[in-house]
């Protein structure tokens, strides 16, 4: 169980395969920085010259002198030619990369249908280019792509591909399941037959998740031999994606006994998961494992009040090993147990027996039968129990707003918003334009109160999103608004239902501010503003 | 290999514990209805009596007269009690199911910690249950909670508790990873221990996916033994979810050779998966093995070339078999050739080699570009190549629409639409009410249209989608809206792209329209209409 193992991630390369996966020259140099911290120890960072932003990334990621070997990713030469003239070789070459990743055929089938060649020259073809890159001072990391698939047709060509590498020098064989079609005990058998050929190159794995069992079968591989794994941040890739280091790290490490990371990278595990999808703009699904907002949350009754007791009751691990935290979900599934351990979490003083904690369980599980959700609404959820335990002081009374949208055909869309708030005993009128209906009243709203509370202006919704609820009825069905809003150093939730867009989005967006005021009050006092009261503030 | 498999489906139980999952009766009726046309055996349908939806659900589900068995959920008896005196018991034998789910301990830390009771005590609660449900005639599946912890902190008082369960009758005993911790070989290892000591009770296996391992968990236990493999459909559950039936049925039949479903079952997959994902209203991965959108997704260059010669190259199974489809994601070569092919399929004579079909193409890439989305909405993609075509007449021309929304602390919400349209020459201009504002313009919208056009009254809008697209920008970001509409006999989709959720709307209603007129002109010539070019239509 001490024998070290690599991890090589390819998140730059095949990860920007996936659909609706795009990263610039930028992007790819702060995701290497990043992983370079969590202490990966391959960073493969694209294709030189395949387009102008790998090009830059190889220039400039010199400059940020990481730990981790960085590596650029290239084909065997081209057939029937000399590797010495092969202008994708060369730019491996020139990337000035200590490792190069060079992928060839090792499945006969694919060497005739999409290289037409013969099985000899594919042979050569992978001899004389690791030749050539050692020859050049590169380590080699050979992938043999399909090599599963390969075996399965014909085992004797797969394993000569491999032995001709050997010969070729090349410091790592790794085994491809390119199509993601092979299963665990596949790859088990398969690594195991190789494991006991190859005696002049390490092995690796990497695999591709159409299957659902990328991770298993990377797992399967370390444990029949394999001492290099390849994958991706996120499980980013074509079709279903490619291995998901994010899984197969802590899997490794605290369930398998490998010293993959120190314990303290480990712990950047979660907070680098969600810097990268932040960066490649994809939705990170709240059920990932280990990572995600849902890997350690708590719904059922039943469950909270035994994790209560003790946690190992319903995790498999302490979520602070990966850098996650657990969670408790208040839904109408939930007994009170539940809402009253949010409450404490918020460091709300909240008795469960008394009658004012009664009435607002009630009231949040009426709100949930409306269609409100407040699993992803932390600080509407807070709001709701600071008011009724008495401590919540509202700093502003809604009176009305007015919305307008017009278009005509010559010109383009027109959003306004008027609202009308009571702030402190003055009325507050402002109007206020927006590129959308609801950018118009979150304008006008702030508006109203940046003047009293000018410490809103560090503050701005980061994310929205709109869900119908029930179909049936078109649009005169529910939607449900879910808000994030961020400052500086925070960022909370807030959530608003109707059957109009426009009023769910108010809510939501009324709760923000209502949220962002909790902290305001603390800090400061308006009375003391030179502004305050005077005509400034109706705009 | 021919041993026969039973599926067990528990996405209307474990499932909505998932967060963000949350399902009405009526939801959960369509899904099991759904998930019987698959062919899966067992339907979990809830616990009876916890709420008053499930109540509901367990009394209308016999309406349908389901193959698959329904089977309810519960825990053992109480500590210290009789099973005859449980209420909880009764419940489930009340909702007249043929089968009951029964969950029980069988990790001795859970014994002492949750339930806060002996271990001997903890046996004769499951044997009681046990024998009590079966002298009530119920089939009885015994869920041993978190068996694999148990098994390895104790071996023998977990094999003790599934003896016990034998011994009173259970028809199945399921092994439970409730954590979603164990790794594939101590599945497999744990699981042929006890299949080595078992002979009165079938096996099963359910699986969580925390480690992202619940498929191959559950791929392993079918093969060391276990014949019921417990799960939900797109893994929703707790934390990370439950085992994924999307992915195990098709492992288990197309890579194991197991005959779970007909094939033509098989084929139902990917459209049932989408439909529940619709029901429960989460978004489906586009990565999800299997089923999603980009499982046989191509994103250009060798590969696309490879599967065009043969789509082995890059496919593990065919597409076709699951109900899924190839996919190659737009690049000049396949834009066009999609294009092409889908104007065939709508009987629009179409030559690529043409000068406004390549303005057209263009014109669709850049509506792609800006976030349309015509996969979903054929109709408005077919107007577009009709327009290009030349065989488009419009029958109104835009002129302006306004939409004023208004709310007063004191009144509910009001919104309200104005439009103005130039039919044959004549400006009309119509004002609504709505109970939101997409609601309001499409009851201005109509109310202008249909004294010219009286078949108009037979559509309605029946969905309403609304996504954000760039959620880096929060409410000033752009949101696609997709519209369904029906009349008697056909349902069509149309799309909108805009800054503002209002104007988005606007586009995707009046596509609607103008699709339902393509049928109307063919049918009736609205001159001929008593009332058309009164006063009547300016409302």
Redo the contacts between chains.
């Keep these: 169980m001490s024998k070290a193992l690599s991890i090589f991630d390819t998140t730059l390369r095949d990860g920007t395969?996936?659909?609706?996966i795009s990263l610039s020259a930028d992007d790819k140099l702060k995701i290497a920085g990043k992983l370079d911290q969590l202490g990966v120890h391959y960073i493969e960072g694209g294709i030189p010259g395949s387009n102008s932003k790998d090009i830059e990334f190889f220039k400039r990621v010199k400059e940020l002198k990481l730990q981790a070997k960085i590596t650029a990713f290239g084909s065997t030469r081209r057939k029937d030619s000399l590797a010495e003239h092969d202008a994708n070789l060369k730019r491996m070459i020139e990337s000035g990369v200590p490792a190069a990743t060079l992928v060839g055929k090792s499945w006969d089938?694919?060497v005739h249908?999409?290289l037409q060649t013969t099985l000899e020259e594919n042979l050569a073809m992978i001899y004389d280019s690791i030749a050539y890159l050692k020859r050049q001072g590169l380590e080699v990391i050979f992938d043999a792509e399909h090599f599963f698939d390969g075996y399965k047709n014909n085992p004797e060509y797969a394993l000569s591909v491999m032995r001709k590498a050997e010969e070729a020098g090349a410091d790592w064989l790794v085994m491809c399941d390119?199509?993601?079609?092979t299963?665990?005990?596949e790859v088990h058998d398969i690594v195991s037959v190789l494991a006991g050929t190859i005696t002049g190159s390490q092995l690796g794995i990497h695999t591709h998740?159409?299957?659902?069992?990328a991770?298993?079968n990377s797992?399967?591989a370390v444990?029949a031999g394999a001492t290099q794994i390849q994958g991706t941040m996120n499980?980013y890739?074509?079709?279903?994606?490619n291995a998901?280091l994010c899984?197969i790290i802590?899997?490794l490490q605290l369930?398998?006994g490998y010293q993959v990371l120190e314990p303290e990278q480990l712990k950047q595990l979660t907070n680098t998961a969600r810097y990268i999808s932040e960066i490649a703009?994809v939705?990170m699904?709240?059920?990932?494992?280990?990572v995600?907002?849902?890997?350690?949350?708590?719904?059922?009754g039943?469950?909270v009040s035994?994790i209560l007791?003790?946690s190992?009751?319903?995790?498999?691990?302490e979520p602070e090993l990966v850098g996650n935290r657990q969670r408790v979900?208040v839904?109408?599934?939930a007994g009170q147990s539940n809402i009253v351990s949010k409450a404490q979490e918020m460091g709300i003083d909240f008795d469960p027996e008394n009658e004012s904690t009664r009435a607002v369980i009630s009231k949040i599980k009426e709100l949930?039968h409306q269609g409100y959700?407040f699993?992803?609404a932390d600080a509407s959820l807070e709001l709701l129990l600071r008011q009724a335990s008495g401590e919540l002081k509202e700093l502003f009374?809604?009176?009305?707003?007015?919305?307008?949208?017009?278009?005509?055909?010559d010109r383009p869309?027109v959003?306004e918003a008027f609202v009308k708030l009571n702030i402190d005993g003055a009325s507050v009128y402002t109007a206020a334009e927006?590129?959308?209906?609801?950018?118009a009243l979150?304008n006008a709203l702030r508006k109203a109160l940046i003047s009293y509370y000018p410490g809103l202006k560090d503050m701005?919704?980061?994310?929205?999103?709109?869900?119908?609820?029930d179909?049936?009825d078109?649009?005169?069905?529910k939607?449900r608004v879910l808000?994030?809003s961020k400052d500086f150093t925070n960022s909370w939730n807030t959530v608003g239902v109707?059957?109009?867009?426009?009023?769910a989005?108010?809510e939501a967006l009324v709760d923000s501010i209502r949220y962002a005021l909790l902290g305001q009050t603390k800090r400061e006092d308006y009375e003391e503003l030179p502004y305050a009261g005077t005509g400034l503030v109706n705009q």
């Design positions: 395969q996936g659909e609706g089938f694919h249908t999409a390119t199509n993601g079609g299963m665990p005990h998740n159409d299957c659902e069992l991770v298993a797992l399967s444990r499980g890739g074509e079709r279903c994606g998901n899984s802590p899997n369930k398998l703009n939705h699904p709240v059920n990932q494992p280990y995600g907002t849902a890997a350690f949350a708590h719904k059922g039943i469950h035994a007791r003790d190992r009751t319903y995790e498999h691990i979900l839904s109408e599934l949930e959700q699993e992803g009374v809604f009176e009305s707003f007015k919305m307008l949208v017009e278009k005509t055909a869309v959003s927006g590129n959308g209906p609801v950018n979150d701005h919704l980061s994310d929205y999103k709109v869900r119908v609820l179909d049936k078109a649009t005169a069905s939607v808000i994030e109707s059957s109009n867009v426009i009023e989005s108010w």
